[in-house]
């Protein structure tokens, strides 16, 4: 069986830190993930979904994550149900999250639609792991692409409104 969910988005509003009896800290927060599609009415649509980080993971997300912040989560689905305080079972689904990475500077918090800067996810510098990132800085990039070399952000098959020309024989399969 397998039960992995990965998700970038920006949080909806500050993420709420508690801690359990036993000194356990657990953090919660919402998402919105943007669909890759459009409605009818052309319109962009997201789903807004709640994540769970434990320990010190979660501190780390209420210390650095706030209203607006680019983040990448890496985790599993999870259902579960309680009984509320009028006696109703109430039923939740929510991403128990193994990894959340920050995918902005500190401070940035939603200024840009594609985030930017040095950050742990795509940018420059060292990954969580420690290890050297492969696709170089974001400062690499942005040179790469001013001296006429095209970066790796850029979408060759971008939709320009133009058909494609694909004969079935170039197709791999």
Avoid: H
């Avoid at 800067?117 to 400062?139: A, L, W």
């Avoid at 001296?147 to 024989?169: H, K, L, V």
Wanted: aromatic share 8%; charged share 25%; net charge negative.
């Amino acid at each position: 069986m397998i039960n992995r969910v990965v998700l970038v988005g920006r949080l909806t509003k500050d993420p709420e830190l508690r801690y359990t009896p036993s000194g356990q800290a657990v953090a919660t927060f919402t998402i919105a993930v943007n669909r890759t599609f459009t409605n009818q009415q052309g319109e962009r649509e997201a789903d807004f979904l709640n994540c769970v980080v434990w320990r010190r993971q979660a501190e780390n997300v209420a210390n650095f994550l706030n209203k607006g912040s680019l983040a990448g989560v890496e985790g599993r689905l999870q259902s579960r149900s309680y009984e509320d305080q009028s006696g109703r079972r109430v039923y939740v689904t929510e991403v128990v999250a193994d990894s959340v990475q920050f995918l902005e500077p500190k401070g940035s918090g939603g200024s840009g639609a594609g985030g930017g800067g040095n950050n742990n996810f795509y940018g420059g510098g060292q990954s969580q792991g420690g290890g050297q990132n492969p696709y170089g800085s974001d400062q690499q990039r942005k040179n790469n692409s001013d001296q006429g070399r095209t970066s790796f952000d850029d979408d060759p098959f971008a939709n320009d409104g133009q058909p494609i020309d694909i004969s079935d024989d170039d197709l791999p399969f």
